[in-house]
């Protein structure tokens, strides 16, 4: 079966101190990868999705950035933390096709920007 | 892709049905129609989708109007733990962006 892990689970940064969330998938192949943030009480905002290795397609200008190194790995990053970073960082999954295929998500990784 | 408006919050008694509405008048005929939910401090969980037909599984079932224009998640005999945000997504064949609004909040009463 497959399984979907992120950390760290929590997370507490001051401002202006870089950032590294990994996100790893087992037990499919070529998946899509994705990146969301939720702030306190807000929706899902999508930030990153991935198709493949080295293919990121961004939604939202920021100061965030993401990587897909490996076939299965995901990581979000950030150089400089801005207070209004801080928020819950989903990462999904889903297979690839021609219909939209249903999302499967991490546990999140909730960040604190003091 | 469609936008969806879904009303911002529902009570429900324990036990009973919970029927939560989704309007997408503008939904197109190739697009689809996911619902997902979000339990408190966790990552949404998908509960079931559809084009045209009604379908069902073991968590929900879902009606769509013959219109396409709106829809409603069912779950049959809700529970406490049913208690979460439920939101219904406009997906387009082909599409990798889901795009997720704010969602219902749903409280399922003792």
């Known amino acids: 079966s497959q399984t979907i892990h992120q950390w760290p689970a929590t997370l507490v940064q001051p401002v202006g101190s870089p950032l590294s969330l990994e996100c790893t998938v087992e037990?499919?192949?070529?998946?899509?990868l994705y990146w969301y943030r939720q702030a306190a009480g807000r929706g899902l905002q999508l930030l990153f999705y991935s198709v493949g290795i080295g293919q990121i397609s961004s939604e939202v200008p920021q100061n965030l950035s993401a990587s897909r190194p490996q076939d299965r790995q995901f990581i979000l990053s950030s150089k400089k933390l801005l207070l209004s970073d801080s928020g819950f960082y989903l990462c999904?999954?889903?297979?690839?096709?021609?219909?939209?295929?249903?999302?499967?998500f991490g546990p999140g990784t909730r960040l604190t920007v003091t | 892709d469609a936008k969806t408006t879904q009303p911002p919050s529902m009570d429900c008694a324990e036990g009973r049905a919970a029927n939560l509405p989704c309007n997408h008048s503008t939904i197109s005929g190739n697009e689809y129609v996911y619902w997902y939910r979000q339990i408190h401090s966790q990552g949404p969980q998908y509960i079931i989708h559809g084009l045209k037909n009604n379908e069902t599984n073991e968590m929900a079932s879902l009606i769509i109007t013959e219109d396409r224009k709106s829809s409603t998640l069912i779950l049959p005999h809700a529970t406490l733990r049913d208690t979460a945000v439920y939101y219904c997504i406009a997906l387009r064949s082909g599409t990798y962006k889901y795009i997720f609004g704010t969602g219902t909040r749903l409280k399922v009463l003792a």
């Open positions: 999904a999954w889903s297979k690839q096709g021609s219909a939209p295929y249903e999302q499967y």
């Open positions: 037990g499919t192949s070529n998946p899509n």
